[in-house]
């Protein structure tokens, strides 16, 4: 197990101390700016909307009849390395290997709708562009969901579906907010994983979190330009901007989520050696 801890520090190093461009502070600087001067009632709703419609598409993914045949994908393969798994919890029977080995294989399809979907989107039309956001959302949640299921957290718990999106939320803020969320959300989910609902704050999505709406703001606008120069009618320059941008962040999510559930397991294992 020591070598799965030395390679989580290094990754944790790497990616949260990874130093930003003077272009990219500049940025951020600009951003925050302009955070500062929206309305703070406006923002407070927008805010509230988000973490709604957040919690329902959790709910839609995690009832549709998609989520459960992947469960039971899941257990098709587990059962090669244990027979006797049926549930989320003894899904934690698998090794460390086991577990980062048929993430991997979900993954490696999550990605591929990203870009698949991010492609579609670089199409352009009003239709596209208005619904790529809760498209993108969709995939980087049921991506969360799959990740903790094969980590051996049961997604149909309370607590654990609050802890989902605020995972989502840390995943999807800029960089530089990313630390202290991770540092905290770990600290909230090992203090309350007995119990049955989440006993933090129960928001999920911080106002800087909107700072996300420029780059996608960016990127529909950059479609809508790119739309004009096709090639045998097709927007081909659009399609790889929507396409490389959404599998960009879905991948940064990914990452972020299957490093945080992998700690998670690890604090686990040492928590019981020591009981």
Known sequence: MEHHWDELEQWERRYFEREQS????????????????????????????????????????????????????????ARIFHPSISSAEAL???????????????????????????????????????????????????????LAFVYGYDCHHPMEQMVMLKLYHLATLPK????????????????????????????????????????????????TILRRKTVQFVPLFGVVVGAGMNYALTKQVIEVGQHFYLKRRLLDLASDRIT
């Open 92 to 146: 934690r029977q698998l090794s460390i290997e086991q577990a980062n080995y048929l993430a991997d294989q979900l993954m490696a399809k999550q990605r591929l709708l990203s870009v698949g979907q991010g492609g579609v989107t670089g199409l352009g039309g009003l239709f596209f562009l208005a619904a790529d956001l809760p498209a993108l959302m969709a995939i980087q949640l049921r991506s969360l969901q799959q």
């Open 176 to 223: 530089k907010y990313q630390k202290s969320e991770w540092d905290k959300l770990l600290e909230e989910s090992l203090a309350h994983q007995q119990a049955i609902f989440y006993e933090g704050d129960d928001s999920i999505i911080q106002e800087e979190w909107l700072q996300r709406f420029t780059p996608q703001l960016a990127k529909s606008f950059l479609i």
């Open 22 to 77: 003077d272009l990219g502070i500049l940025y951020n600087q600009w951003q925050e700016k302009w955070l500062k001067s929206l309305n703070q009632k406006r923002k407070r709703q927008v805010l509230s909307l988000l973490d709604n419609c957040l919690v329902h598409l959790q709910a839609g993914l995690l009832h549709s009849r998609s989520f459960e045949e992947t469960k039971k994908r899941v257990y098709t393969h």
